[in-house]
Structure formats: C-alpha cells, structure tokens
C-alpha cells in the first residue's frame, strides 16, 4: 500500500479528498491529514510516505512552497488547483509536482491521477531492480572471469592489479568486491589455487618438491612448504606419501 498525506487548509476539502481517494479502491491509504504545508513537513519528519496531496494555496506554507522543500527528497507531490491558479499550478512542474487536479475534485479524476502516478512509480522502480540486477549480474561475471583468470595461470606470478585490468575494474574496487561476492580475499584465493594445484602434482607426478615449488611461482622451498602444510596441515612429502587423502584443514 502507498502512503499519502493529505495537506489541505479547509477540513472541508480534506474529507472531500479523502473519500475521493478512498473510494478509487487503489493500493494506497491516507496515512495523515495537515493544514498547511509546513505540518506537512513535521509529518514527514515522523513518518514515511510515498505521496503528498496537498492544495496550492494554504496560509504559512503553500503547496509550491511544499514542493519546492520536497524536490530533493523521494516523497511525490500531486496539487489540488482551482481554474484560478491552474497557471501558477503549472509553473510548479520545476519542484518536481507529478500532476494536477482541479476542484472540484470527483473520483474519477482522482483515480485517473493516482493510476498514473502508480504506474510510473512502478515502472521506476522495476527500472531500478533491472539496473541493480544488471550491476549484480556483471559484478558476478567479474569475479567468475578473476577466478578462471588465477586457476589458468596458477604457475605464474599473478597480482591484484592484473585482474583488475583483466576485468577494467579498478585494484581497490575489485578486492572488496571480490571479497563480497566469495567471503574471502583475493590473495588468499591465489595461495588457494596454488595449493591446489601442489596437491595435484604431489600426487600425479614424481615432481620433486622443490620443483613443484618453482613452478608454482616460490623461490623458497620452505616458505612454500610452510604454505603448503597451513592449507592442508599437512607438509608436501607426508601430503605425496598419504596418496592424496589427508583431511584437509578449512580454507585460509
């Protein structure tokens, strides 16, 4: 349900709009009434809502003073406007104003204003869940294309910066993203991928450890084999000698 504040300062006309509205049977409900724009604003400190019907004129605030407070914010404004004022109406499009009706205000002509409204707030906002969904679906090709990018070139030396411009993403950007979107670090995975790929030539080749290190990018034997055995638990020749089936210990 969409929510509207009614902004009117003649009772009168509040009830008149009132049952106007209610009697459209849209998807909305009047959530409060106020008798100028500035009580409109104090309602809107205390509450959310999605539409502001208000008059255009009304003592101490107006309803273009109104609009033109509302303008920046994402609360909509539709004015109610005798034939009088319907030109001054017309110049408050700049503030923002979604539509105008004229009083009397009958129920049709309400209804006809709040489909509207509906349907462009709908179809701004299935807008907005097609743009996050395309940013998310892209993101996801992103680190899908990082991860082939490592697991391709495990025997190489592979950098933060050289995915990022695999994937035109800047360094910074793409480590957090990375870490959203796969609940670790981008050099973890790496180190992750290595392992792998030790564990895997360990146990399908007569390798000496010392060369499966080489390859793998470390020039210190030791530091890969301290690596190697924070992964697995395991160290490379007692990971060689098991055959491949130790318990592993979790991810880094």
């Known amino acids: 349900m969409y929510k509207i504040i009614l902004v009117d300062d ?5 009830v008149v709009l009132r ?5 459209t049977k849209l998807p909305v409900v009047i959530m409060q009434e106020c008798g100028n724009g500035l009580e409109a604003l104090d309602a809107l400190q205390h509450h959310q809502a999605d539409l502001v019907i ?3 004129k009304m003592p101490v605030m107006d309803g273009i003073g109104l609009a033109e407070q ?3 914010k994402s609360v909509n404004v ?5 034939y009088d004022d319907f030109q ?7 503030h923002g104003v979604k539509d105008f009706l004229l009083k009397p205000v009958e129920t049709e002509a309400m209804a006809d204003c709040l489909r509207r409204w509906i349907q462009e707030r709908e179809s701004r906002e299935e807008a907005l869940r097609t743009d996050i969904s395309v940013i998310n679906s892209d993101e996801l090709s992103a680190i899908a294309r990082v ?3 490592v697991m391709a070139n495990v025997h190489k030396e592979i950098s933060l910066t050289d995915a990022a411009t695999l994937v035109h993403l800047n360094p910074s950007y793409l480590s957090q993203l990375f870490k959203q979107q796969t609940g670790g670090k981008f050099v973890d995975f790496v180190i992750e991928m290595r392992m792998d790929e030790a564990k ?3 146990v399908k080749t007569s390798l000496r450890v010392s060369e499966i290190a080489e390859r793998l990018g470390y020039a210190d034997i030791s530091y890969f084999s301290t690596t190697f055995k924070k992964i697995t638990t395991y160290s490379p020749l007692e990971y060689r000698k098991s055959g491949g089936m130790p318990k592993e210990k979790g991810h880094m």
Do not use: T, Y
């Open 10 to 14: 003649e009772k009168w006309v509040r």
């Open 19 to 23: 049952k106007a509205v209610e009697q």
């Open 54 to 56: 208000s008059d255009i």
């Open 70 to 72: 509302l303008a920046l």
């Open 78 to 82: 539709i004015l109610v406007s005798g």
């Open 88 to 94: 001054l109406a017309q110049k408050a499009i700049r």
């Open 147 to 149: 991860q082939q990018f």
């Open 200 to 202: 895997r030539l360990l």
